[in-house]
Structure formats: structure tokens, C-alpha cells
């Protein structure tokens, strides 16, 4: 029996083991969500924006290890896609995005909608393809979910509306060779990168995503070198939980005892990180590296030995090479300092803090309206969410007290905006990790900035009746812009949000919601919250002149920040 182009591809997903297709319905999709609409094993989740499909798809695929889907209809509807796909892109994860398109005749007259996917997804995509016959399935498709796959990022795969009910002359079934190979660096390259650290007297790694699936070789090596692991966001999950060597974050998120290990480090062993920002790189030491993109070898900071391979194959190759280090000063005094920095932030979190001398001390400078500090929030949420929660955090000061305050103990995961920054990506990951793990606590740290920018979605996560809990550090600012105006000696401006009450939207859209204005009563609202079923916002106003203070403070980060201080407080903000 002969097969649409619409059934070949739903019925492909089906073989790969998709459960959700996320997006908006358009008259170009009829034929694949008419296909969705009769198959046994896909699930078609209508969402209220594009933006929040792809990011609810790349949410799916970045928990699951597998392909996640989305879809776009012709013009507006694929264009929508764009900032999902980017994160998608950015967190190197596999999404098919399937967008619709004008009839095949139309292509190139400047049809109403017409877009040229293939060239707006040029630079997202790792494989972009339009079908224009029937017969180039399902070549075409298997392209593109191998491009997405073992490349690890986005294949846009674009249907002609008037294409996808035409059926197939032949019917060839799909195949798809998805193995990747597990590589390692050859022996002479291992023998010197053994030959640097066995010299070294005080290693530190810099630990990021591609390791975790290598945990224990990490420790041990860890062990060898009685190093300290200084850890990337994406590496809380894996590394953060009974690791006696961990000491937490670098960078303007990090704290000081992760500062000093890097810099007074004399090797930087890196295992499967990227990290961007240059200048928290030390300036002196040598510097091994291994990752699995030969590209990304040296693109941060110069390197003495590149080794290209899987984390967990290069270390077992190189721990026989590996002496144990003679002392294990550097990092006790790194594990010493960073033990000193968590008591020192866990007596921020409690809300007794702000009745003690130094915690009015600094209430009189940071907090004089004694709101919620954003810090005792975070606490509270770590505190009383589940052992196998599922976190997803806006990009901004909700990452940041995340980074400080949450914990990924047990078999909690973590995903956000990390590698893109984009803002409004909690909730939308927050909905596709859910149907992901519809037995498992979900909870998204939002932004009020974020939030209300895919605020419509709310009405997804209750049409699907999602038990997500969403958490809102209400500080009616965009912070993080806050802050960096600030540390650049300039005024705040253009920040400040005139929020509504989100509590009282999210009943009004049918979900459960508490607001909390008290820091008294914060820690019974987040027991509440977490304890009540189905989904629930909690809006929680918190102080809005929170200061995060970076892991090393600049004298001229610290004095444009009192510049700016005094500027806001004289007439019409001018210096």
C-alpha cells in the first residue's frame, strides 16, 4: 500500500521512539498533524507560540539523549521556531524541525508567508533540506535526523503544504545508522599530557558537560592529582553531589574559592567544557585539554597538549600514566576556602539573617523594605523539592541563585539557557520536561522578565493538566541587566517591570497560585507548593537590590557599582 510523504515521516518518528511533536497548528501542516492525529505511538502537544515548541522539544531531547521535534507551519509559524532552535543549536542536542511552505509552484514568487527556510535556518541548522518530489523520501528525512543526531544539533526539514498528502511511488522503508564512534588520542599524546601533570605541583580541573558521563574516571583522576574540580553549571548534574573535590562555580555566577583554584593552579586539566568567558582562565598555567571536538581544543585559552577524544576514553588511557601527587595542599586549601564561602551564603538564605547585627548591617544598605531575599528562596526550593526533581532556570539572577543555593543531589537534572542565554526559557523547558517524566517533580525558576515574555504558555501547561511547579523570583526587574548597569557605573534604567499580580493570572488560567510578599511565610508557600498537585505558580516578591557578588570583584566593578548607586539617588540620575 502506497504512503503519504506525511506518513512516512510520522511513522519514521514512531520507529526512533518519539512521544511529542511540539508545535502550532497551520494549514501547511494539515497533512503531518492529520497523520499525528491518527498514529498510535506520536503525541501532538499545541502550544500557544513556536518559541516555546522548539524550546519544549529541546528540553525532551537535552533529558533524553534523543532526537527531540518540533514543528512550524509556512512563514511566521517556521520563523517563530528561530530562538528555540538556536538553544537547541547552541546546546548541541538533536531537534527535528519540520516547517511548512507555501505549494511547490508558489516557491520563489513571493508568495503571502513565503519564507526561504533554507536560507533563514542557514545558520542554525547543521542540515536544511526542502522537498520537492515525493520519491526523495525517505532519503531526505534519514538525512536529516543523521545530521541531527551525530552531529548533535538542529535538521530543518521544510514540506510544501501541498506535499505532504502526495503519496510515494515506491515504498522503501527508512533506515537509520545513528552509532557514533568513541574516540581517544593516540599514545604519544597521552604520553605528554602524563609528562606536564606528573610535573605539576598543583593541578585544578575545570570540569564541564562532556565529562559526566565519565564520573568515575573523573574522580579518580581527581584522586591522582589531588586536584581541585572547579565545575561549569552544566557539570552541577553529575559532579556537584558527594564529590570531595568539587568547589562549585567559575565566573560571574562562581564564587572565590573556585577563582583561587584556577589561578593558583600551575596546570589546568579541562575535561569537556567549552567555558566562554576568557578572562576567569588563569594566566600563567600550562594547560591540558581533552574534548571531543577537535575544534574546540584551544579556542578559550591556549593549550600546551590538545587531546581529542571522549573524556571517559582519554582518562581510562591516561590514569596508568598518572603519578599520585605528593601532597594534598592545594586542594584542601581550595576545599577549605570554598566550605567557608557556602557558610557564609547559607547565612544569607536563613530569614532569621536579617534580625542579627550583620544581617541588618547590610539590610540597611541592600534591603531596607526587609523584603524576601532571592538567596532564602532558593534554599527553600532546594530544601523541599524532590531527589529526582527536574530543574529547568531563566537566564539571568534565577541561574544565579540557582548556581548557589540548589543542589543536584540524588537524581536531580538541571537544564536552561546556558550556552545561548536566551530569556522566557524555563517554563517552555519546564512543559516539555514534563511530558518527558510525567511521574517526576518539575520545577522551573523563572524570571518575572522571562515569565511574562511566553507568559501564554501558561494555558499549555493547563490544557495538558502538567503538574509543573513554577517558581517566580519576582524582583520587578530585569536583575541581571540591573547589575551589570550598575557594575558598569551606570544608572539603572529601562529595568524595571510593571508586573501584574502572576499569582492571581495563573488561577485566573486555571492553575494553582500562591503569592508570597513575607519572608515569614515563604518556607510554608514553597512546602505548599510543592505538596499541592497538579500545576502551581509561586510568586514570590523578592528584593530587587540583591547584589551577587562575582567569585573576584574588580576595584572597578566594585567602584562603578558606587557610582551608579549614587547616581540613582540624585535628582533626574545624572553623576
Known amino acids: 500500500m502506497a504512503r503519504t510523504v506525511a506518513h512516512v515521516i510520522v511513522d519514521a518518528l514512531e520507529e526512533l521512539g518519539v512521544q511529542h511533536v511540539f508545535g502550532v497548528v497551520g494549514d501547511a501542516l494539515n497533512p503531518l498533524t492529520d497523520a499525528i492525529r491518527t498514529s498510535a505511538g506520536l503525541n501532538w502537544v499545541g502550544c500557544r507560540h513556536e518559541e516555546a515548541a522548539a524550546f519544549a522539544a529541546s528540553a525532551q531531547s537535552q533529558l ?57 535556518f542557514r545558520d542554525v541548522a547543521v542540515h536544511r533540506a526542502t522537498v520537492t518530489s515525493p520519491d526523495q523520501m525517505p532519503r531526505l528525512l534519514e538525512s536529516a535526523v543523521r545530521a541531527a543526531v551525530t552531529r548533535g544539533g538542529v535538521a530543518v526539514l521544510t514540506v510544501p503544504g501541498d506535499l505532504g498528502d502526495q503519496e510515494l511511488s515506491g515504498d522503501r522503508p527508512t533506515r537509520f545508522a545513528l552509532d557514533r564512534a568513541v574516540t581517544r588520542p593516540d599514545d604519544p599524546a597521552l604520553a605528554r599530557a602524563a609528562e606536564l601533570l606528573n610535573a605539576a605541583s598543583r593541578v585544578t580541573l575545570l570540569v564541564g558537560q562532556g565529562a559526566r558521563g565519565a564520573r568515575t574516571e573523573v574522580l579518580r583522576t581527581a584522586e591522582q592529582l589531588a586536584a581541585p574540580m572547579v565545575l561549569t553549571l552544566k557539570a552541577k548534574e553529575g559532579f556537584e553531589d558527594d564529590n570531595a573535590f568539587q ?30 568567558y576568557r578572562e576567569w582562565y588563569p594566566k600563567d598555567a600550562k594547560v591540558v585539554q581533552v574534548d571531543v571536538r577537535e575544534d574546540h581544543l584551544g579556542r578559550r585559552t591556549p593549550v600546551d597538549v590538545g587531546l581529542a577524544g571522549d573524556v571517559g576514553a582519554t582518562l581510562r588511557a591516561l590514569l596508568p600514566l598518572l603519578k599520585a601527587a605528593p601532597d594534598r595542599a592545594h586542594l584542601d586549601d581550595a576545599r577549605e576556602r570554598f566550605a567557608r564561602w557556602q557558610e557564609g551564603q547559607q547565612r544569607l538564605a536563613d530569614p532569621a539573617h536579617e534580625h542579627r547585627w550583620t544581617g541588618k548591617l547590610r539590610a540597611a544598605v541592600d534591603n531596607r523594605e526587609h523584603a524576601i531575599r532571592p538567596e532564602a528562596l532558593a534554599a527553600a526550593v532546594d530544601a523541599y523539592a524532590a531527589a529526582d526533581a527536574v530543574f529547568t532556570s531563566d537566564t539571568g539572577m534565577a541561574t544565579v541563585w540557582l548556581s548557589r543555593f540548589v543542589t543536584m543531589r540524588g537524581d536531580r537534572r538541571l537544564i536552561g539557557s546556558y550556552n545561548l542565554g536566551s530569556m522566557a526559557n524555563a517554563m517552555p523547558q519546564a512543559l516539555g520536561a514534563q511530558l518527558w517524566a510525567p511521574d517526576r517533580q518539575v520545577v522551573a525558576l523563572c524570571g518575572d522578565g522571562g515569565l511574562s515574555m511566553l507568559l501564554g504558555d501558561l494555558m499549555t501547561i493547563r490544557t495538558y493538566r502538567l503538574p509543573v511547579k513554577l517558581v517566580v523570583f519576582d524582583n ?83 567602584w562603578g557599582f558606587a557610582v551608579a548607586k549614587a547616581k540613582e539617588l540624585l535628582p533626574g540620575g545624572e553623576g
Open 64 to 120: 533524553s539523549g534523543t532526537l527531540g521535534v518540533c514543528m512550524g507551519t509556512v512563514g511566521p509559524g517556521s520563523v517563530h521556531l528561530l530562538n528555540g532552535l538556536y538553544d537547541a543549536a547552541k546546546s548541541r542536542t538533536p531537534i527535528l524541525a519540520i516547517c511548512g511552505q507555501v505549494p511547490l509552484a508558489e516557491i520563489g514568487s513571493d508568495y503571502f508567508q513565503e519564507v526561504d527556510n533554507d536560507l533563514l
Open 247 to 276: 568547589v562549585g562555580q567559575t565566573g560571574l555566577i562562581g564564587n572565590p574559592a573556585a577563582a583561587h583554584a584556577l589561578d593558583s593552579g600551575d596546570v589546568l586539566l579541562m575535561l569537556g567544557t567549552d567555558f566562554p
Open 476 to 558: 520587578r526587574r530585569l536583575g541581571m541587566v540591573k547589575l551589570e548597569q550598575e557594575q558598569a557605573g551606570l544608572p539603572e534604567f529601562g529595568t524595571e517591570l510593571d508586573n501584574p499580580d502572576f499569582a492571581a493570572v495563573a488561577t485566573a488560567l486555571g492553575l494553582t497560585g500562591i503569592r508570597v510578599t513575607e519572608p515569614a511565610d515563604l518556607h510554608e508557600a514553597v512546602r505548599r507548593a510543592f505538596e499541592t498537585p497538579g500545576p502551581v505558580l509561586l510568586d514570590v516578591l523578592t528584593n530587587p537590590e540583591e547584589v551577587a557578588v562575582p567569585g573576584k570583584p574588580t576595584v572597578a566593578q566594585a
